[in-house]
T-cell receptor, first 119, second 117 residues
Framework: EAGVAQSPRYKIIEKRQSVAFWCNPI?????LYWYQQILGQGPKLLIQ????????DSQLPKDRFSAERLKGVDSTLKIQPAKLEDSAVYLC?????????????????FGEGSRLTVL | DAKTTQPNSMESNEEEPVHLPCNHS???????IHWYRQLPSQGPEYVIH???SNVNNRMASLAIAEDRKSSTLILHRATLRDAAVYYC??????????????????FGKGTKLSVKP
């Protein structure tokens, strides 16, 4: 089974430039997440989609970050304009619904991430 | 969401058992205890989860205290490939308005496990 695909793996840009990351989740996974992981910290949730609807984007800096999941499959995360503090790894994850009564853990499957360096 | 407390780092010798502790004194009745680990330069991966009873799978065991205020992830025989950051996370069992999982995974700093040959 193919895992979560992300691209690009690495990106270096200068501050005030824009960047976009792409994610293709595991087939059939309705829930998609974008996390930001700054060096030395745990991942921080930016946005959660359920199909093509946004469930939680409370931690997304909406003045510069945007995300979409058209057709409820692939997703893109955009940063415009980038700041130095946006340097991080951007992780995409997908999952089935957590239904413990049906033996479904709803575990998240993460991609390898996209490492962004802002100079 | 309820918080968890873990030691920053732990060391283990190869082929010895490892017990990774986690405190979650404010856990609610609908919170499941999940463990994920993150190998170097990779995304996190699911390890195990439980509610009240101890759980075993091919990767690890999860021991949950009777009052559910703490838990321990047990790696029975550590290998060099188990060197990673281990995250203990509480996740609400409820469903959101979209019929999906309500609880998001909120990661702390986790425990960095080093395994010595």
């Amino acid at each position: 089974e193919a895992g979560v695909a992300q691209s690009p793996r690495y990106k270096i840009i200068e501050k005030r430039q824009s960047v976009a990351f792409w994610c293709n989740p595991i087939s059939g996974h309705a829930t998609l997440y974008w996390y930001q992981q700054i060096l030395g910290q745990g991942p921080k949730l930016l946005i959660q989609f359920q199909n093509n609807g946004v469930v939680d984007d409370s931690q997304l800096p909406k003045d510069r970050f945007s995300a979409e999941r058209l057709k409820g499959v692939d997703s893109t995360l955009k940063i415009q304009p980038a700041k130095l503090e946006d340097s991080a790894v951007y992780l995409c994850a997908s999952s089935l619904t957590h239904r413990p009564g049906q033996g479904m853990a709803g575990e998240l499957f993460f991609g390898e991430g996209s490492r962004l360096t802002v100079l | 969401d309820a918080k968890t407390t873990q030691p920053n780092s732990m060391e283990s010798n190869e082929e010895e058992p490892v017990h990774l502790p986690c405190n979650h004194s404010t856990i609610s009745g609908t919170d499941y205890i999940h463990w994920y680990r993150q190998l170097p330069s990779q995304g996190p991966e699911y390890v195990i989860h439980g509610l009240t009873s101890n759980v075993n799978n091919r990767m690890a065991s999860l021991a949950i205290a009777e009052d559910r205020k703490s838990s321990t992830l047990i790696l029975h025989r550590a290998t060099l490939r188990d060197a990673a950051v281990y995250y203990c996370i509480l996740r609400d069992v409820g469903l959101n308005d979209y019929g999906g999982s309500q609880g998001n995974l909120i990661f702390g700093k986790g425990t960095k496990l080093s395994v010595k040959p």
